[in-house]
């Protein structure tokens, strides 16, 4: 028996632990000609299709436009997702430009890794396809900051971007890339499910993306040390992550 645990211990060790990922997924990432768009909070891995994980309410939630940076954590509603706690919220974009919402998300407690996870989450939707205000920053402790117009891209585009701590260029910077799995694609291996790439000397990552879809692009820095719920010393996770939708050039009208 002890011998046997031993195993199973071994085979815990080995496997890669699977990427959180926290999803903030606008219905369309372009309006042509404005409206609603619902977007919905999930904390997730989203290649593997789950599990999900309950979402506690967040610390904010926001837009970032022309006109500056606007609370709508009121716009909030519970929408469970397999049984966990997700949420939803529906605005309606009345003007041109792009609005960068954005998530500050309770820090959730991972006690298989001993640690804090803060996923700083964001995605543009451009109103009425003005191509104007995408690259416009939050001002999150960490963010991630494009230097590619990340609406109206066609699958293959090259997404380019910065990674930035308190508005500095990261150097170096692992990030985690996943797509969001319609049920399409099964992995062949766990070394497909998270594709891990580093910025370079100035912050600067790049990634080509091969299926139409979400793409989710998560920058992970070491936060502070805190105490873990038990009161033992914790590390914490900082997230910079942002969203990226794809289309076939055939699927296209």
Known sequence: MRTFISAIALIALA????????????????????????????????????????????????????????????????????????????????????????????????????????????????????????????????????????????TGNLFRAVVLKDGQPVPGAEIEVEWVNDGTVTPPNEAFITQVIKADDMGVFSYAMPRAGWWGFAALIDGPETQSPDGKPASTELGALMWVKTTDMGGAR
């Open 15 to 154: 496997s890669p632990a699977c990427a959180h990922f926290q999803e903030i997924l606008p219905s369309e990432d372009v309006l042509p000609d404005g409206g609603k768009v619902t977007v919905d909070l999930i904390f997730t891995h989203p290649m593997e299709r789950g599990p999900t994980m309950d979402m506690a309410r967040p610390v904010r939630v926001g837009v970032a436009r022309e006109k500056g940076v606007e609370d709508i954590s009121g716009s909030l509603v519970e929408a469970p997702v397999d049984g966990k706690q997700a949420w939803r919220l529906e605005r309606d974009i009345a003007e041109p430009g792009a609005e960068v919402f954005f998530v500050e998300p309770k820090p959730y407690w991972e006690p298989a890794e001993n640690k804090y996870i803060v996923h700083y989450a964001k995605v543009v939707v451009d109103g009425y396809a003005s191509g104007e205000g995408w690259d416009r920053l939050v001002g999150l402790p960490v963010e991630i900051a494009p230097l590619v117009r990340p609406t109206g891209l066609w």
